[in-house]
């Protein structure tokens, strides 16, 4: 920020966040309130009786809910790991390069952040029936990268949109082969990318529930599918604890990247800002 | 110390009209300093990525020490490019860019140090080895950048417009830097410029480019002296051209008839003399003796202008501004060709 900002300004903006943080927080509160209450009933503002009762099943093994937080994290981070393999060099194609019917391609890559997922995740659901990857953490894995796959894509789009490939030029004549080049010179560059595009991927991989549920056939028990299926039967306070469980990621992946995602470091990133 | 031969080097881009580079030849002396001049676009930063292995001929072939280098990978070539904007990398510090070539080497880290501080004291930065590339100034990371090329001791060393992004009087020590590196190390050196004075000022020889044809290829005063044709002089400044015929040692044309010097063709051709040496004031031979009208006046400083006309010929003259004092505008004003100044293009 350059100079001062007026009164009304920074009003606002402090008004903008509070806003925000009610919007974003509040509904959290009852959560986390149900996952140690025993019975919670209208009129009482708080529950009457507290108990770790929720916490004691969530934490057990007859839950499931430890080895669904376990599946969870593998299936979220492999999804993001694909997609860093794929998103890298698509993003790059497509910041990079003028090529016939980039506007086609950029187009499919957006077309599931626009197409409702569940039909995309029937259309898919027949294939991996064909391929027999239905009901298979492998099949579940894939089809998340539907919906994450446009993230990467797009974040690494821009960081080497701002990237000069001179650079590479510079290292290869100076010796380097191609694979230290990338290790030495381009990784450097496009990692801040990397990190914003791959929590992306993660977090989006770690919310799916149509597509798990469609592709797993319920026999891949992911956390959402585990939340899901207590919320409906009524138990609000194991759901509350499997909720707060369900968050922490989230608000892990927050804390430990404000800085990043707050400044303007990693979400432009590359050479060309120097 | 190696010599460099270009041959019938043609490089066409898809979709281009004309090719980027035309059948370029060029043979480099082992250990000189050579410029390949010629405005943007002309193909010479073409030429250069081509020896540095960044880019793929369409046809032609480039040689060092008589062994053909085109399927070398660039990082094997020992031809080290320096780019224009010097493309330090931001990442690593300035003596961590300078060690990088020898790094990729797998040079032993001891060994790296070393040289590293021999380069830096080399190119006269000693105490900068700690900061990040971001931290120095323009002229700094240009001679960074140089000092992290020569640390390989390559082959042939090739540099992209050295000169072009820096301020006029860091311009001179960077030219006077290159040219003392280049002769301390002996290494055959390739420079791009659209600049004729640096071309002129710094290499041995200079090979012109224009639309991706070679031009011509000689030490620098020939193109001020014998240029090959009328783009080649009008590049390095000529504005002087006049068609006629050569015939028995004399031009004749709409400026009357002139004396020519020995050897020069004969034939229909267009005579051209440098601006700078036409002479104010008519010899006592009577030979090659005009007046001209005085169109305009151009002061410059060190020198000044002068257009003139002989009838419908327009010519320009670069005088001694104390010459030209006394002279108005519309005055007729006589002026002296010495024959060895006269030079015929077929």
């Not at chain 1, 927050?254 to 990133?269: N, P």
């Not at chain 2, 410029?35 to 480039?62: H, Q």
């Not at chain 2, 002089?233 to 000529?238: E, S, T, V």
């Not at chain 2, 051209?272 to 008519?282: C, D, I, K, S």
Request: glycine share 10%.
């Amino acid at each position: 920020m350059i100079g001062q900002d007026g009164l009304w300004t920074k009003t606002f903006r402090y008004l903008t966040c509070l806003v925000l943080v009610i919007w974003l927080v509040l509904p959290l509160i009852p959560l986390a309130i149900w996952s140690f209450a025993r019975g919670w009933f209208f009129p009482d503002i708080l529950p009457r009786f507290w108990t770790l009762d929720a916490w004691d099943y969530a934490m057990s093994d007859t839950s499931g809910v430890l080895d669904s937080l376990w599946l969870t994290i593998g299936i979220s981070l492999a999804a993001t790991a694909l997609s860093i393999l794929i998103g890298v060099p698509a993003g790059r194609a497509l910041g990079m390069y003028k090529f016939r019917g980039k506007e086609v391609v950029e187009m499919m890559i957006l077309a599931p952040m626009i197409v409702p997922g569940i039909a995309v995740a029937l259309g898919i659901h027949s294939v991996f029936i064909w391929l027999g990857l239905t009901n298979t953490v492998q099949g579940v894995i894939l089809v998340h990268l539907i919906p994450t796959l446009p993230y990467m894509t797009l974040v690494m789009a821009g960081i080497f949109s701002n990237y000069d490939p001179a650079f590479e030029a510079q290292a290869r004549s100076l010796g380097a082969s191609p694979l230290k080049t990338f290790w030495y010179v381009t990784l450097p560059a496009i990692l801040p990318g990397i990190i914003v595009g791959g929590l992306f991927a993660f977090l989006v991989s770690w919310s799916q529930y149509i597509l798990t549920l469609l592709i797993g056939g319920g026999r891949v028990l992911t956390l959402p599918l585990l939340l899901f299926n207590f919320a409906t039967s009524g138990r609000n306070d194991i759901t509350g604890a499997i909720g707060m469980i369900y968050i922490l990621p989230g608000i892990l992946i927050l804390l430990l990247t404000a800085k990043q995602l707050l400044g303007r470091s990693a979400a432009v990133g590359g050479f060309g800002r120097l | 110390m190696t010599h460099v031969s270009i041959q019938h080097l043609t490089k066409l881009y898809p979709g281009g009209d004309h090719p980027a580079l035309d059948r370029l030849s060029l043979e480099i002396e082992s250990g000189t300093l050579t410029a390949l001049l010629g405005p943007s676009g002309c193909g010479k930063t073409t030429t250069m990525k081509i020896i540095a292995g960044l880019l793929e001929p369409s046809s032609g072939d480039v040689r060092f020490d008589g062994r053909s280098i085109l399927r070398e990978k660039p990082e094997n070539r020992g031809a080290v490019m320096v780019f224009q904007n010097h493309l330090l990398f931001p990442y690593m510090s300035v003596a961590e860019n300078v060690g990088f070539g020898l790094k990729m080497r797998k040079t032993n880290p001891a060994e790296i140090k070393r040289r590293v501080g021999e380069m830096l004291d080399l190119v006269r930065l000693p105490d900068l080895g700690e900061r990040r590339p971001s931290a120095l100034s323009g002229g700094q990371q240009q001679r960074v950048a140089l000092a992290r090329a020569l640390i390989v001791q390559p082959e042939v060393l090739l540099l992209d417009e050295p000169l072009s992004n820096l301020d006029t009087h860091l311009r001179f020590g960077m030219r006077d830097l290159i040219r003392s590196l280049q002769q301390e190390t002996g290494i055959t050196t390739i420079f791009v410029t659209h600049d004729q004075e640096d071309a002129v000022v710094l290499a041995d020889r200079v090979a012109l480019i224009l639309d991706g044809q070679m031009k011509q290829y000689e030490t620098a005063d020939a193109f001020y002296k014998r240029p090959v044709d009328e783009a080649t002089a009008r590049f390095f400044g000529g504005r002087n051209f006049v068609s006629g015929t050569s015939a028995d040692g004399v031009f004749d044309s709409a400026l009357g008839r002139l004396v020519l010097p020995l050897g020069a063709i004969a034939g229909q051709g267009t005579l051209t003399f440098r601006p700078e040496n036409v002479r104010l004031g008519h010899a006592p031979s009577g030979e090659n003796n005009l007046t001209a009208d005085l169109i305009e006046v151009i002061y410059l400083g060190t020198q000044t202008r002068l257009k003139l006309s002989v009838g419908d010929m327009l010519i320009e003259a670069i005088v001694n501004p104390t010459d030209a004092e006394g002279y108005r505008v519309g005055a007729l004003v006589p002026l002296h060709l010495p024959s060895g100044a006269l030079w015929v293009i077929s």
